[in-house]
């Protein structure tokens, strides 16, 4: 249970007569998600998805979204600002070079939502959302294995297979 003591209650009523506002308590519902499909990290680099959405009157408020990926091991793998110049509901983009993941698999997208209605500004800690991108296969596919091949190829194929 948190205890008030009275120059807390004093700082609120000062706040309040002032016309500023605190920020929404932890237990809020927060006005932004983010989340992503499960993916797979393919040899080399490449663009890689997720959503966003927030759920705020754009007549009321300027904002600001920033959203971060990090990877399993904990090593941030992209950093995205949304303004209030975006739409609100969006799909963001996020470039990952296999080379720079050193730990494949659960993936967390978090952030933080600012927001101002030209008076006040609060700024609101996005719930995490954690989605996996799992390493590609590491079999690798013959030249043969792929039907685009046409018949005249089979003879390369078969010499291939024998290796």
């Known amino acids: ?13 000062t706040l309040g007569l002032a ?17 992503a499909p499960a993916q797979r990290l393919v040899s080399g680099c490449s663009w890689y998805t997720y959503h966003y959405q927030i759920d705020i009157d754009p ?6 979204l920033q959203v971060m990926v990090t990877d399993a091991g904990g090593t ?18 996020f470039q990952l070079c296999s080379k720079n993941v050193h730990a494949p698999g659960r993936f967390s997208l978090t952030g933080e939502l600012d927001l101002s209605d030209g008076v006040n500004q609060t700024a609101t800690t996005l719930t995490p959302f954690y ?24 003879k390369k194929c078969r010499k291939a297979k024998r290796r």
């Open 1 to 13: 249970m948190r205890r008030i003591t009275l120059g807390t209650l004093a700082a609120a009523l």
């Open 19 to 35: 016309g500023i506002t605190p920020a929404a308590p932890a237990s809020a519902a927060v006005p932004a998600s983010v989340s």
């Open 59 to 64: 007549s009321q408020y300027d904002w600001l």
């Open 76 to 93: 941030n793998q992209a950093f995205q600002f949304f303004t209030d110049t975006d739409p609100l509901r969006g799909t963001g983009r």
């Open 131 to 154: 989605f996996q991108i799992t390493p590609a296969s590491t079999k690798k596919a013959g030249k043969c294995s792929k039907p685009k091949y046409a018949k005249h190829h089979k």
